[in-house]
Antibody, heavy 116, light 107 residues
């Protein structure tokens, strides 16, 4: 059974940093690109970042470029999102998602709240 | 960057209705489009990939069509379980930009 489990969310002050993790199982992790997608409360889905199978290629939404860094550890079947210089508008539920037929598996999400 | 625009934003329909949602890309994405269903408090679920391929386990009342810049998701006979929000997504590059969503409500 494919599973993706996010962790590391929480309440953080504006300007501070937070690191999200996504631990996976049930599939060959290093065969697939992985993504982060976020959803602000009551709003739609926003694609945030992607990383290819070996970490050699990454991409970011303009809204997070230069502040967020995606990475992966294939030995640990894990995906990460380092979020720096956080802003109130980064408040959202952050999902990790596996690339396949579209994004075919998703985690349950990690809530990040940026507030003073 | 390619923008994805869905219409309508909200749709009111009854059980048994045929429902169509449209998604337009600002530039051609060939058939690299996916459709998702999201229910409150749940992660999105992929319904359609490559514009018209039905994901395994998804009921056949869901279908997708289109290519280039215009795409549609059709529910042939709306069921109570189908009241949800639907999103399109470009899949032509590593970027995965979503449309703004279409909420299907009970009429």
């Amino acid at each position: 059974e494919v599973q993706l489990v996010e962790s590391g969310g929480g309440l953080v002050q504006p300007g501070r940093s937070l690191r999200l993790s996504c631990t996976t199982s049930g599939f060959t992790f290093d065969n697939y690109a992985m993504h982060w997608v976020r959803q602000p409360p009551g709003r739609g889905l926003e694609w945030v970042s992607a990383i290819n199978w070996n970490g050699g290629s990454t991409d970011y939404a303009d809204s997070v470029k230069g502040r967020f860094t995606i990475s992966r550890d294939n030995a640990k079947n894990s995906l990460y999102l380092q979020m720096n210089s956080l802003r109130a508008e980064d408040t959202a539920l952050y999902y990790c998602a596996k690339a396949g037929h579209g994004f075919d598996f998703w985690g349950q999400g990690a809530l990040v709240t940026v507030s003073s | 960057d390619i923008q994805m625009t869905q219409s309508p934003s909200t749709l009111s329909a009854s059980v048994g209705d045929r429902v169509t949602i449209t998604c337009r890309a600002s530039q051609s994405i060939s058939n690299w489009l996916a459709w998702y269903q999201q229910k409150p408090g749940k992660a999105p679920k992929v319904l359609i990939y490559k514009a018209s391929s039905l994901e395994s386990g998804v009921p056949s009342r869901f279908s997708g069509s289109g290519s280039g810049t215009e795409f549609t998701l059709t529910i042939s006979s709306l069921q109570p379980d189908d009241f949800a929000t639907y999103y399109c997504q470009r899949c032509d590059t590593i970027r995965g930009t979503f449309g703004q969503g279409t909420k299907v409500e009970i009429k």
